[in-house]
């Protein structure tokens, strides 16, 4: 099955929606040519060393380290420092040394108390000090880094935003705050009038801060998995927002206003309590991502087909039957979730969206796909899992760019067969035939080139074909819960498989407790049992050639003298009793 959220299933498709902020960004490029070499001395804790050219960048992230080198704090001409993933437990006051150091990333260590010498860095730009026991009452150091851009403080069991941050930090333009127990914000927030990107997603907001609605030059707000049930048509005023994030609320409603929010481009609104959208979203012709899984629609929001822009739309678990068929219009989606609604039909207002790479159909009512399908032409992941088809649907055949396809069965009709044409899909990557009742896979898929991924657990499997092992790249098998009791001999050759599991089959070759001992011991033993038969093969040929040398010919030959000797045997044995009874009767 197709997943367009977070999942912890392994053998799912996880798709997100993008964000701009993350804890840990990337590096840019202010590396030199001995930023290798000092970095190596560091970790070794050796002696300060003796720096010739001037140093930028230090990264010393997830290195175990207690404390900051000593080391580090005589490169004065550091711009940017990574100690995140660490054991530091204190900042020292010789960080003031660090003069001009811009990026101070300090997130995931065990950070209680923030020195006063911190807000000394009058360069500062951007400063993590996330997933830290930080003490409330240090944090108003903070609010001295006047030069600071981007603050993140996430995870780090606030439950008020400082007020001297709000009212002193006027170049702040990111504030991460999520995984905190904010409740609101402090009226102080629109002093941070250059503030552009807010993350406040895992808190504890009842409704949308109005303070937002004050800050003008706002292009992105996450209120993710919040308690928000009411948006304020304050929000008219955000006309630079570009990015809104809501999913995982208990919204009734959005306010019809947001429709002058006209740069607005990313839109998720999933897992609410919605029933419709305002009839003016249809403005909104900037959209790109649309997110409104998990809300009970009443029926297709139509608004969203005069959004000739977008790229991704996630409709899971929405209740819907059909698709208009102004959908047509939407040619630039690559990405679609219908998920988990009641379509009995493939949907063929789809079939023309040349440009549609990622396509769930997964747990619907659908029988049987159409020839058109056929338009699909860029796809390459199809999830059709937990349908009503009662063959399997041969049409995905014509899809020749699919790369990965998933066919389990966990509702509706099993499938009892594996189509040989399956090797018509030469770009296949992944294959997942779960939950049928498959006995066989056809040799044919030994002819899938770049097949990686082959996922057949809870089925009827007697035997693997042999042509499996021609699968080169084939990197994972999942077979668990099924009736093989062997392997193919020549599994070991796939050099890239890294996992094979065997779990809930009657194995005998090799058997169970070898199994269960990984890899490695599968492949000894089936080598050991290539070694084993090779030689046996051996011994016989000998045996055959001594026979010909012998002058007892070829061996189909020689087996047919020994049966004539056994014939023969038995008449002389037939022939000696007849004189034997003559003699007695003369006498």
Not at 219 to 243: A, C, G, M
Not at 493 to 522: F, H, R, W, Y
Not at 539 to 561: N, T, Y
Request: charge should be negative.
């Amino acid at each position: 099955m197709v997943e367009f959220q977070q999942s912890p299933d392994a053998n799912t498709v996880n798709v997100h929606f993008s964000r701009a902020d993350t804890t840990i960004i990337e590096k840019d490029s202010l590396q030199i040519s001995q930023e290798t070499q000092v970095t190596k001395e560091l970790e070794k804790d050796a002696p300060p060393v003796h720096v010739t050219d001037r140093i930028f960048f230090i990264d010393l992230a997830n290195k175990q380290q207690t404390t900051i080198p000593l080391q580090i704090f005589e490169l004065e001409d550091l711009e940017e420092l990574h100690l995140e993933k660490n054991l530091i437990e204190s900042i020292p006051g010789d960080i003031h040394h660090l003069k001009k150091v811009k990026v101070l990333y300090l997130n995931e260590n065990y950070i209680q108390d923030i020195c006063e010498e911190l807000g000394e860095l009058k360069y500062l730009q951007s400063l993590d000090l996330s997933s830290n026991p930080l003490s409330y009452s240090s944090l108003h150091i903070i609010s001295k880094l006047q030069a600071l851009r981007q603050l993140r403080l996430y995870d780090v069991n606030l439950d008020e935003f400082p007020v001297e941050i709000c009212k002193c930090l006027h170049h702040v333009e990111l504030l991460g705050l999520s995984g905190n127990n904010l409740k609101y914000l402090p009226k102080e927030m629109v002093n941070l009038r250059k503030l552009k990107e807010i993350y406040l997603q895992k808190n504890r907001f009842e409704s949308f801060p109005l303070e937002l609605c004050h800050l003008l030059n706002l292009q992105i707000i996450d209120l993710e998995q919040n308690l928000v049930s009411f948006v304020p048509e304050e929000t008219v005023s955000l006309t630079n927002l570009v990015k809104l994030f809501l999913a995982f609320n208990n919204l009734l409603s959005v306010p019809d206003t947001l429709h002058h929010c006209r740069r607005l481009t990313v839109l998720d609104l999933s897992n609410n309590l919605l029933r419709r959208l305002p009839p003016n979203f249809k403005q909104l012709t900037e959209m790109n991502e649309l997110g409104l899984s998990g809300n009970n629609l009443e029926k297709f929001p139509r608004q969203i087909c005069h959004w000739m822009s977008l790229c991704l739309v996630y409709l899971k678990n929405t209740g819907l039957q059909v698709l208009p068929s102004s959908f047509t219009r939407l040619t630039c989606i690559k990405i679609l979730d219908l998920s988990e609604n009641f379509f009995d039909e493939f949907p063929k207002e789809i079939c023309a969206m040349e440009n549609l790479e990622i396509l769930s159909l997964d747990d619907n009512q659908i029988c049987e796909i159409p020839p058109e399908v056929t338009g699909l032409s860029n796809l390459k992941c199809l999830g059709l899992t937990g349908n009503r088809f009662s063959v399997f649907p041969e049409e995905v055949f014509l899809l020749q760019s699919l790369e990965k396809l998933y066919l389990g069965q966990d509702k509706g009709i099993k499938f009892m067969t594996l189509p040989r044409d399956i090797s018509k899909l030469q770009n296949l990557k992944e294959l997942y035939l779960e939950n049928n009742c498959l006995e066989y896979l056809p040799p044919s898929i030994g002819l899938l080139s770049n097949l990686e991924i082959v996922d057949c657990h809870n089925n009827l499997l007697k035997e693997l074909p042999d042509s499996i092992c021609q699968v080169q790249g084939l990197q994972r098998l999942l077979v668990q819960n099924n009736q093989l009791f062997q392997l193919p001999e020549n599994l070991d050759n796939l050099q890239k498989l890294q996992l094979v599991l065997l779990d809930g089959n009657p194995m005998t070759d090799p058997p169970i407790e070898v199994c269960s001992q990984g890899n490695l011991a599968m492949w000894e033993y089936l080598r050991e049992k290539r070694h084993q038969k090779a030689k046996a093969t051996k011994i016989q040929a000998w045996w055959r050639g001594q026979m010909v040398r012998k002058g007892l010919g070829i061996f189909a030959e020689l087996q047919k003298l020994l049966k004539k000797g056994k014939k023969d045997k038995k008449g002389k044995e037939k022939g000696k009793e007849k004189p034997g009874k003559g003699a007695k009767g003369k006498k």
